[in-house]
């Protein structure tokens, strides 16, 4: 357990603070992956949105380490501060890590796309790829056919379209396009 500083300067108050700052670091990330990503828009199209995710993460990084070193050392004796900070920063690091492959998911996830552009009408089926069709249109038929087999989306009337029939999958696709327009990105105008 913690030993708090004999002076009781901060106390468990500042520990409190030190741990509620370390829980709440992706949503800091959050903020400054939003801030970078308008930025890169305007300025540096050329950079991915995976970089930009990645420079929000280590962009917070020292900040971070910094204040939770401030809130360590006002409830910690000096023994425990270092381990505590290092225990810290690897947490911090494996909570970016974690922020950075959710969006990598989401950002990659073809099917989430798909289902959006089903639901949104900018969808149009393509003939049933044939022996020397390209590795997309192949890649493109497999995911429609794994979203039937779920039950999240069904041919309409005549096979010329689709429609969304189960809802789960889709509510994770609205989820992940209000995260990419809270960051500045919209899925269904990437290409």
Excluded at 65 to 92: E, R
Excluded at 108 to 135: D, K, N, Q
Aim: aromatic share 10%.
């Amino acid at each position: 357990m913690y030993t708090t500083t004999s002076s009781g300067v901060g106390g468990s108050g500042a520990l409190w603070l030190h741990l509620i700052l370390l829980t709440l670091s992706p949503v800091l990330i959050t903020v400054i992956h939003a801030l970078l990503a308008r930025i890169n828009s305007r300025l540096r199209p050329e950079n991915s949105n995976q970089l930009v995710c990645l420079q929000a993460v280590f962009v917070t990084l020292f900040p971070m380490m910094l204040l939770l070193l401030f809130f360590g050392s006002l409830a910690l004796d000096n023994g425990l501060l270092l381990s505590t900070v290092l225990y810290s920063v690897v947490v911090y690091l494996a909570l970016g890590y974690t922020y950075f492959h959710l969006f990598n998911m989401s950002e990659t996830a073809r099917r989430i796309r798909l289902l959006y552009e089903i639901e949104s009408g900018f969808f149009t089926v393509a003939e049933t790829p044939a022996a020397g069709a390209s590795p997309v249109q192949i890649s493109l038929a497999t995911r429609l056919e794994r979203l039937e087999g779920l039950g999240q989306i069904e041919r309409g009337t005549g096979g010329e379209s689709y429609y969304v029939k189960g809802r789960t999958i889709l509510l994770g696709a609205r989820i992940v396009r209000l995260w990419g327009l809270l960051l500045g990105i919209d899925i269904l105008t990437r290409r």
